[in-house]
């Protein structure tokens, strides 16, 4: 199945930017989205997440956004890098986190191409990002990136298509995932990515889907 997909995208010469939020859309990002419930369940899950793991380790954040977790991150005093494709996230991260942002390494860039080292972190963490920003064909190619820079740890937000529904499928190389992939199927992109699931975490459940963080170790 994968080694049919892999042919498809490689075929595929659609681009795309990696992100959407410039602009208004940047400065306005946060505000309007802490007004969301799912905004603070997301919230809640990370630092419960962060909480089970060492103290002082180093935490990559892609994409970085406006640094919505870094006040947990320096929590558990880790070492705290970002990036992101758009500049004006950044700054709007510079504005709403003052002086923590000091304490964050941040760069602009793509997540498919990562500026990192192998092993340079012993986590990364992605929200908001793989399930709806980005086609198919480049979360399978953002995930190997995640896994080469990974030293141990990767938490990951999916959206779990629910077994009562009929249809499951991964979708073309050039279309979001969305709702589109049920449990099994996300083990098995995480698996040919050369993660293991080590935990699923609920965030919050619809009619089709169930947002969920996954927290995976690197085979």
């Known amino acids: 199945m994968f080694a ?3 042919r498809l995208i490689q075929r595929s ?23 969301k419930k799912w905004w603070h ?14 103290d002082g380790i180093t935490v990559l954040d892609v994409p970085f956004g406006t ?12 070492r705290v890098y ?7 996230m950044l700054g709007a991260a510079r504005e709403l986190l003052g002086k923590d942002f000091d304490q964050c390494e941040t760069v602009v860039g793509d997540a498919a191409r990562l500026p990192y080292t192998d092993d340079f972190a012993d986590l990364v963490v992605c ?7 980005i086609p198919f064909r480049v979360v399978v190619k953002v995930l190997k990136e995640f896994h080469r820079v990974t030293r141990t740890y990767a938490l990951l937000e999916m959206k779990v298509r629910h077994n009562d529904l009929r ?4 979708p073309g190389p050039n279309r979001a ?32 889907h169930a947002l969920s963080a996954f927290l995976c170790r690197k085979r």
């Open 4 to 6: 049919a997909l892999k």
């Open 13 to 35: 010469s659609w681009q795309y930017s990696g992100d959407k939020y410039y602009g208004q859309l940047a400065r306005k990002y946060q505000k309007k989205r802490e007004k």
């Open 41 to 54: 369940l997301e919230n809640k899950v990370v630092r419960d997440c962060l909480h089970n793991l060492p």
């Open 67 to 78: 640094g919505r977790f870094v006040p947990f991150y320096l929590e558990k005093n880790m």
């Open 82 to 88: 970002g990036l992101d494709a758009s500049t004006e």
């Open 127 to 133: 929200f908001r990002f793989l399930q709806s920003i």
């Open 167 to 170: 249809n499951s499928s991964f």
């Open 177 to 208: 995932i969305r709702d589109s992939l049920k449990l099994d199927d996300i083990r098995a992109l995480l698996d040919d990515a050369g993660f293991e699931i080590v935990n699923v975490l609920p965030i919050s459940r619809r009619k089709t």
